[in-house]
DNA sequence: CTCATCGGTAACCGATGAGTTACCAATAGC
DNA sequence: GCTATTGGTAACTCATCGGTTACCGATGAG
């Protein structure tokens, strides 16, 4: 399963989260939802499975550790999503790319950054 | 639909990146994927109440547009599981990166900073 | 007006996912 | 050795999702 589709689930969210303070153990983490224990564990597989978490075996306890390396997709869409790197042949004009590289760095208001053109 | 499921589609995924290079018809946003328009509509429509995707109405065409802010939840949960709080409060966020931005800003009313940050 | 294009909706289907209960293997503690 | 704890697996149910085809309304072009 791909990060993004682990990261779907607002449990295993809320996994990575506990996760992200330490390592854990099974019954530790599943005694902080409402949901029964292997539905727990199989969401840790899930994890798992998607490269953000990883298992450790000590003895008959099982400590799962948060693989940040996993989200490495996530922030790499994100990063895709950004701004707009190459050249917008079709619909815009060469000429506002300098308004857009003027605006690239908001001010410190809160607005909504939509680049259209206002020419 | 919260965004983290509006993410979890492959096809969902390609089509913001396509929106990333500009706003786009739907006719022209199906054209690229083997799959139906119908099927087309229905994603642009679960973006668009993702928060991910707005639109704009143009005569008879339909003109969709990349809503970044949208990805906002999606950077907060990358910034919530980077590396590992020193002494991890975990109640109020709020620290780590941004604080270098916001001298004393009280989250008292409103918390909604919508804004990528730079990873 | 007539027709083609754009795009949403409805109804349906197959697959998948999240949850449950029941069960079992293995380790730790007595 | 016996028992409790930890945690994974199996089998099942139910809901949702992603896709399809068929259909419809609205707009623009001739």
Redesign the pocket.
């Known amino acids: 399963?791909d990060p993004f589709?682990a990261l779907?689930?607002p449990?295993?969210r809320a996994l990575l989260r506990a996760l992200a303070a330490g390592p854990a153990?099974?019954?530790?983490l599943?005694a902080a939802y409402?949901?029964?224990?292997?539905?727990?564990?199989?969401?840790?597989?899930?994890l798992t499975e998607a490269g953000l978490a990883s298992?450790e075996d000590?003895?008959?306890?099982?400590?799962?550790a948060l693989n940040r390396s996993g989200l490495a997709p996530v922030s790499n869409l994100l990063k895709e999503l950004r701004p707009a790197p190459p050249f917008a042949e079709a619909a815009l004009d060469g000429l506002d790319l300098e308004v857009r590289r003027t605006v690239r760095e908001r001010s410190t208001s809160r607005s909504d950054h939509q680049q259209e053109d206002t020419a």
């Open positions: 399963m589709a779907a689930d449990v295993r153990r099974v019954v530790d599943a409402p949901i029964s224990r292997p539905a727990i564990s199989k969401h840790l597989r899930l298992v000590r003895g008959r306890e099982r400590h799962y």
